[in-house]
T-cell receptor
Framework: KAGVTQTPRYLIKTRGQQVTLSCSPI?????VSWYQQTPGQGLQFLFE???????NKGNFPGRFSGRQFSNSRSEMNVSTLELGDSALYLC????????????FGPGTRLLVL | EDKVVQSPLSLVVHEGDTVTLNCSYE??????LLWYKQEKKAPTFLFML????IEKKSGRLSSILDKKELFSILNITATQTGDSAVYLC???????????????FGQGTILTVHP
């Protein structure tokens, strides 16, 4: 089956701009989580969406938001970009069971200048 | 605050050596512990541990969880250069319902295997 896809794969933005990243999960997987990975902070949980509702949220400012559509595809938006938002943004999906494996997409590398 | 600590942060070994990677945690509402391997791309799943004392094995890799002492270890025997990667430990909090839950990752252990 097809894996998790993320678009775009690379992105360069300037401070103050906003950005929208997209994630298409494996077919049938309804849980989509987003992570930020930086060399200094490692992998940090942003939020999880399940059945179009945000179910869990990490400790990120309100500039980071997301949504999920009825086909389980998810988007993440970052407004008023800051230099520190430069990172690899990963999404991961899981099936419906509580003990399902979480599968990661290839990530979107965002550079903020 | 939830915390996941991995040790050592980096490790350099030669092919054929056996390595043990450690992960300790302080998390409320623990559901499971996950191990991932990350090379120059997205993390790939290795193991999920939910019960204490039950070893999970896959080839040369094995892992075990101690829920009383709040730690897990990942063992790799007869290491190969292809095992060089960052190994990540993550703990899943039980968020209720059918959602996957909130993951807290450790800093990772950078393993380098020399020929």
């Amino acid at each position: 089956k097809a894996g998790v896809t993320q678009t775009p794969r690379y992105l360069i933005k300037t401070r103050g701009q906003q950005v929208t990243l997209s994630c298409s999960p494996i077919s049938g997987h309804r849980s989509v989580s987003w992570y930020q990975q930086t060399p200094g902070q490692g992998l940090q949980f942003l939020f999880e969406y399940f059945s179009e509702t945000q179910r869990n949220k990490g400790n990120f400012p309100g500039r980071f938001s997301g949504r999920q559509f009825s086909n389980s595809r998810s988007e993440m938006n970052v407004s008023t970009l800051e230099l520190g938002d430069s990172a690899l943004y990963l999404c991961a999906c899981a099936g419906q069971g509580l003990l399902e494996t979480q599968y990661f997409g290839p990530g979107t590398r965002l550079l903020v200048l | 605050e939830d915390k996941v600590v991995q040790s050592p942060l980096s490790l350099v070994v030669h092919e054929g050596d056996t390595v043990t990677l450690n992960c300790s945690y302080e998390v409320t509402n623990f559901r499971s512990l996950l191990w991932y391997k990350q090379e120059k791309k997205a993390p790939t799943f290795l193991f999920m541990l939910t019960s204490s004392g039950i070893e999970k094995k896959s080839g040369r890799l094995s892992s075990i969880l101690d829920k009383k002492e709040l730690f897990s270890i990942l063992n790799i025997t007869a290491t190969q250069t292809g095992d060089s990667a960052v190994y990540l430990c993550a703990v899943v909090k039980d968020a209720g319902g059918t959602s996957y839950g909130k993951l807290t990752f450790g800093q990772g252990t950078i393993l380098t295997v020399h020929p």
